[in-house]
């Protein structure tokens, strides 16, 4: 054991005070301290000091109790009055950039619309005139665009219709500029692409590849929901909540419904960036141009179902589900969650199973409706999802078709899918997880996409009819739901039941 | 309740999670008020303008330190602000004095009376004589029982600057210490 110097005995006193010392550096100065006065003086003086300091000032504080009353009520006045002030700095520079071209659209938009009811009979019948006023605005963090960083593409896959891969074509985000696609119509036709998917020019393009026009008709939700739209069936004052993944929270589609964005704790590294799904069931649910429902406010909540063991955890869904309920008990009650859209569904073996389906019977106890893809299970209502060739009309029935993904297993005397409610699925464009202006074009799609669709049309009943439950509205649906043709097998067969979002609001306003 | 399900409330204006924040805070945020400005009154607005600065700031937590040191981070922004404008307050008064030939203030502190260690009182005052940046690690750590660590978290300081700086705080306060003594 090496003797310190009385500089280094000093010094080692005063980490002794302030961190601490290791083992060695104690007993080297406990010995350095027996046999030197000096350092020893220096000690006992710096342990005086130190005493009277605790002492000194900690007694100061004991004398003098605090006397606040009423600090957390003050502090929730400031909270409420720093939400309003903050909306409305935030409202008010919006108008006035945007005050001439709003009036013009709100001219424009008043104008449609009286022209649209000297056309169509429905008008909502219990939708209020004005609305109940909402302060509630939460974006807890803005997760950053992705980025598919995919750059120049070789050549573009060739698609295999005895294949069951998904998204054998995909294009997002690829630069196919220098690529020669005169001959790729086949494969084209069933590519998924995105805004940053840069096309060759028009003369190394198939003729009848038009991919705006197809991204256009995905941005439709189709089956006669934009004709509801233009007779204010909007869902306008209904809140729609979704627990999904990381969220572009500034996607023009959804940017301005959006009342809340919360994170769960397991959005953690690897998460934390915008993922695909998010964007893309919140603009189906409530985009101004694709949802269904565009001005339903939307009160979102993100996390994952992947624990640290890769193995899939509901412990997070259940949480979220009990978070919303909580939001919603500080709603005012025209501003109401009705419906919650959860793009996933849970099996007993799985962690969380118990917990996720018991929040669902609180959340359904409390007026919400729950569309996941365990609809059948927890409310026994069955759906399937729908198909659609690019370029056919959306609004039209008969464009309708199985689904890609099981289109194969597809009979039309198949006992399982008798009573199964069918919601578009596929070929539907929606916010890119991109950008905040970007938009995507899935060619095949999945239940993930049919969910927020469903709630979306919920949020629709909800706003004609409060007094709506998950039972009457799926009944309703049913009954309304309309039956088309389609070939199969060279026969002409009937194809149903496809939900009708037309005739079940008129059934509602009707009084069924 | 966890920190992060509270915070969480607390943003969404939930009266019971404010409740619980101040319930949890208030007794610390004064003691480090009153440590700071040493001054019962002033501490207690100090108080209400800390919280109001935490609600405001909410959103800036990360969770990278514990909440309680995020909390003393924000309070003692806002009790440095005060101690500025009493400075900026004192030289104006100071120089109203000169000009009108005013009354010196009152000394209203109460605590004088109440104290009878004179060690204490002296060992106080040597503290208050102390420059900023050398009191608030000496409050910090004897008042408040920090470690440096946490002090060098709530300062924005490296943790080497903290010892530095304690290490020159309990100098000079000995040297104030032993010329009260010596003048008395």
């Given at each position: 054991m090496t003797t310190p110097s009385h500089k280094q005995a000093q010094r080692w006193l005063e980490l002794a005070a302030d961190v601490g010392l290791s083992a060695s550096e104690r007993a080297a100065l406990d010995a350095h301290l027996r046999g030197c006065a000096m350092c020893y003086a220096y000690s006992a003086e710096l342990q005086s000091l130190e005493t009277g300091l605790r002492r000194a000032l900690r007694t100061r504080l004991n004398i003098y109790p605090s006397r606040s009353t009423m600090l957390a009520r003050k502090l929730h006045s400031h909270l409420r009055r720093a939400t309003f002030m903050k909306r409305f700095f935030r409202t008010s520079s919006a108008v006035i950039g945007l005050a001439g071209a709003i009036a013009s659209l709100a001219v424009l938009v008043i104008l449609f619309r009286e022209l649209s009811r000297d056309r169509t009979p429905?008008?909502?019948?219990?939708?209020?005139?004005?609305?109940?006023p909402l302060t509630f605005h939460k974006i807890d963090r803005e997760p950053a665009p992705l980025n598919f960083?995919?750059?120049?593409?070789?050549g573009v896959s060739t698609y295999d219709p005895?294949?069951?891969?998904?998204?054998?074509v995909d294009l997002r985000s690829?630069?196919?500029?220098?690529?020669?696609?005169?001959?790729?119509l086949d494969d084209l036709m069933h590519a998924t692409f995105d805004s940053q998917t840069t096309w060759p020019p028009a003369e190394r393009?198939?003729?009848?590849?038009d991919w705006q026009r197809i991204m256009g008709l995905g941005k439709n939700p189709g089956l006669g929901v934009h004709s509801l739209h233009e007779q204010g069936?909007?869902?306008?004052g209904v809140g729609l909540a979704i627990i999904d993944q990381t969220l572009l929270?500034?996607?023009?589609?959804?940017a301005d419904q959006l009342r809340l964005y919360e994170e769960a704790e397991n959005i953690t590294e690897g998460w934390l960036v915008t993922q695909m799904h998010g964007p893309a069931v919140a603009s189906i649910a409530v985009?101004?141009?694709?949802?269904?429902?565009?001005?339903a406010d939307l009160y979102y909540i993100a996390t994952n179902v992947?624990?640290?063991?890769?193995k899939r955890d509901f412990t997070y869904v259940a949480r979220s589900i009990h978070r919303i309920l909580e939001v919603n008990q500080q709603l005012p009650a025209g501003r109401k969650i009705r419906v919650i859209s959860i793009s996933v569904g849970w099996s007993p073996?799985?962690?969380?199973y118990t917990e996720v389906t018991e929040a669902v019977e609180e959340a359904n106890a409390a007026g919400i409706f729950v569309v996941s893809s365990n609809l059948e299970e927890t409310y026994n209502f069955k759906f399937h999802g729908l198909g659609r060739a690019p370029?056919?009309?959306?609004?039209?029935?008969?464009?309708?078709?199985?689904?890609s993904f099981w289109a194969k297993s597809?009979?039309?005397?198949?006992?399982?899918?008798?009573e199964r409610l069918l919601i578009p699925m596929d070929s539907r464009t929606t916010a890119s997880p991109?950008?905040?202006n970007d938009y995507v074009f899935y060619r095949e799609g999945g239940w993930s996409w049919s969910i927020p669709y469903i709630a979306g049309v919920y949020a629709l009943v909800a706003q004609v009819?409060?007094?709506?439950?998950p039972d009457r509205f799926w009944a309703l649906a049913l009954e309304t739901s309309r039956t088309t043709k389609i070939e199969y097998s060279r026969q002409t067969v009937s194809f149903g039941p496809i939900l009708d979002p037309a005739a079940l609001i008129k059934a509602l306003q009707q009084g069924h | 309740m966890d920190t992060a399900h509270l915070l969480t409330r607390c943003r969404t204006g939930d009266s019971l999670a404010l409740e619980e924040l101040v319930e949890t805070y208030q007794p610390l945020l004064y003691r480090l008020a009153l440590s700071v400005l040493d001054n019962p009154a002033e501490a207690e607005d100090a108080v209400q303008d800390g919280f109001i600065a935490i609600i405001d700031s909410?959103?800036?937590?990360?969770?990278?330190?514990?909440l309680t040191t995020w909390v003393y981070a924000v309070a003692l922004n806002v009790c440095r602000k005060r101690l500025r404008k009493r400075i900026a307050r004192k030289r104006l008064m100071q120089t109203l004095q000169w000009l009108l030939r005013l009354p010196e203030e009152a000394n209203a502190d109460p605590e004088e009376a109440a104290v009878h260690n004179e060690y204490d009182a002296a060992l106080r005052r040597a503290v208050r004589a102390l420059d900023e940046k050398h009191r608030l690690p000496i409050l910090l750590h004897?008042?408040?029982?920090?470690?440096v660590i946490e002090i060098a978290q709530i300062l924005g300081i490296p943790q080497g600057t903290v010892l530095s700086r304690l290490h020159t705080a309990r100098k000079r306060l000995k040297g104030i210490l032993v010329g009260k003594v010596e003048t008395q």
């Open positions: 429905l008008v909502p019948v219990t939708a209020t005139p004005t609305l109940t960083r995919r750059g120049a593409a070789t005895n294949s069951d891969q998904p998204w054998q690829y630069d196919l500029s220098f690529l020669d696609l005169s001959d790729a393009m198939p003729s009848d590849f069936f909007t869902g306008r929270v500034n996607h023009q589609e959804y985009g101004k141009t694709v949802g269904v429902a565009p001005e992947v624990g640290a063991d890769n073996e799985e962690t969380g370029l056919a009309d959306p609004d039209a029935f008969e464009s309708y078709v199985p689904g597809y009979s039309p005397d198949a006992a399982w899918l008798q991109t950008g905040p009819d409060p007094a709506i439950t | 909410l959103d800036t937590y990360r969770g990278e330190a514990a004897y008042a408040h029982g920090l470690t």
